[in-house]
């Protein structure tokens, strides 16, 4: 699974972003607005769902359960110091996808016992897209938590994120991750429709 993170410092709009994230066959994005008001996040997110509909494809909020919920989304992902999971999924219902962030094997026992659909790992590197307050992970760290979730029988899909690059991909899969999030390394691409194509092309299900 490729999920795109829509990226504020990229010089194309958002709905741009989208379009062509699509185009690439990409068919997950999480909503990511950083410092905007409520009001903008839902109007950008009903704007976006009207891209990601006709494709098929999942729209994640992050952060915001409301937006979620307001603008019809898939489901929405939540930072540590967000909405707990679980009262997310009261509000959104069982069929929303609800995944959340996690830097250490502690952060995963956590929410090991909650109806939570993904784990997203990270930071992978360094990344400009956020200011990281969590220590970076690396390729060896994110093999390390693969493997305490194999070993704990954790069976909650884990998707690696933060400054990955195509380069980074193979070994992540070989570390044990299910997928990978991704947003400067296309959103800054010279082509993000290509760029795009390359990430799929690198995922066991080419999507």
Known sequence: MLQYITNTQCDKSIPDQV??????????????????????????????KALTDPKEAF?????????CRDANATGVHLGKMDTPPSKARMELGPLAVIGVTANTFDDIKAVRSLDI???????YSDTKT?????????????SELCNQMKEAEINI?????GGIKLEDVQPLLQAGVDGIAVS???AFADDMVEATRKFCAMLPTGD
């Open 59 to 67: 729209l994640i909020i992050n952060d915001s359960v409301d937006v």
């Open 117 to 123: 659909d993904y784990i997203g790992m990270g930071p």
């Open 19 to 48: 379009k062509a994230v699509l185009e690439g066959g990409c068919r997950w994005i999480q909503l990511r607005m950083k410092g905007a008001s409520q009001e903008e996040l839902l109007a950008m997110a009903k704007e976006v």
């Open 157 to 161: 899909a884990h998707v690696a994120v």
């Open 184 to 186: 400067g390394a296309i």
């Open 130 to 142: 956020k200011e990281n307050l969590a220590p970076v992970l690396g390729l060896a760290g994110i």
